[in-house]
């Protein structure tokens, strides 16, 4: 028989005496709860459920199906890793490309490098008009003139597109509506897309409930690039908090430039020490098939 298990759940509940809080079950036996002043928006889009809350501890929060994707109080740790450990990867990133990432959180990070474009392909609009609503200091990219925003599917626009130095996956979770972008055929398109040394990097779920995410990533991108190396970020309103992301190349993954902007997580000692992997992570995607 297969058990079907409901991984994420939007649940708003009033308990604690008339408190308002939303919770995002990691399991069907563990979650994680904030405690809402009030729900700003919510949209049922095209392509999601999408609500914006403004909670007690952590800003403004964006969920999407049931699933937190950014909070103002923690977003920097996200962006700034799953931006800036590909960019310092590559010697000189001029093109750069966004798939998903429609808050503009990952092109803010990537426009530190000064590149010459940075290109957002979001394929939910609300996405956008909702982070430039509510979340002023993550969406503010869209105002530099050098991010192009493209409202369409990512798995499309790799197919059509390419010459990119770097490229960075920022979806929702592995399973569900974004699962065609940790498959074989999209890890190929994404090489075709990118020049010689070119870098890409995706965020691939939560290792300690989802190891199976990140190594199935990490083996499928191995496919296609000669350098793979999936590294961790500590990410407080994240599933279990710790959070994978997984780097590709054909040249050797090392940091190639000195950083030389602010940062508040990210810095070149976390370059080094965000890709020692704890045993059980090493062990999963070993013995995985
Ligand atoms: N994208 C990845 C969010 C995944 C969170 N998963 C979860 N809460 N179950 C974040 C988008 C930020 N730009």
Redo the contacts with the bound molecule.
């Keep these: 028989m297969v058990k079907i298990v409901v ?2 759940k939007y649940r708003r509940d009033i308990t604690h005496s008339m408190e308002l809080w939303f919770d ?1 079950l ?1 399991t069907e036996n563990a979650r994680l709860g904030f405690r809402i002043k009030s729900e700003l928006e919510h949209v049922r889009s095209e392509y999601q459920d999408i609500h914006v809350f403004d909670t007690f501890d952590f800003g403004k929060l ?3 199906d ?5 909070t103002e109080r923690d ?1 920097y740790i ?2 700034e890793m ?1 931006a800036h450990v590909p960019m310092l990867t590559h010697p000189a990133p001029k093109r750069v490309l966004i798939i ?7 092109a803010r990070e990537a426009l530190k490098h000064e590149p010459e474009e940075v290109h957002v392909v979001e394929i939910d609009e609300k996405v956008v008009e909702l982070s430039k609503k509510y979340l002023p200091e ?1 969406s503010k990219a869209y105002q530099d003139s050098r991010v192009k925003l493209h409202i369409g599917d990512g798995i499309k626009f790799v197919k059509e597109n390419s010459g990119f130095d770097v490229i960075i996956v ?4 592995p399973v569900g509506p974004a699962e065609g972008l940790f498959k074989l055929e999209f890890y190929k398109n994404l090489k075709n897309a990118l020049l010689a040394k070119g870098v890409v990097a995706q ?1 691939c ?2 290792p300690f409930y989802h190891p199976e995410e990140a190594c199935r990533a990490y083996k499928e991108i191995s496919k296609i690039f000669k350098y793979v190396k999936l590294y961790l970020a500590y ?1 407080p ?3 279990s908090g710790m ?1 994978a992301f997984v780097i590709a190349s054909d040249d050797k993954i090392t940091m190639r430039r000195m950083q030389n902007f602010k940062t508040r997580y990210f810095n070149s000692e976390i370059y080094q020490s965000a890709m020692v992997l704890p045993e059980f992570i090493k062990e999963y995607c070993k013995n995985q098939k």
Excluded: C, K, M, N
């Excluded at 049931?66 to 950014?70: C, K, P």
């Excluded at 998903?100 to 990952?106: H, K, L, M, Y």
């Design positions: 991984r994420f995002e990691h964006l969920v999407i049931g699933t937190v994707q950014t977003e996200y962006h799953i998903g990432g429609g808050d503009g959180g990952a993550i920022d979806s929702t979770d965020q779920g939560s990410i309103t994240y599933p959070w």
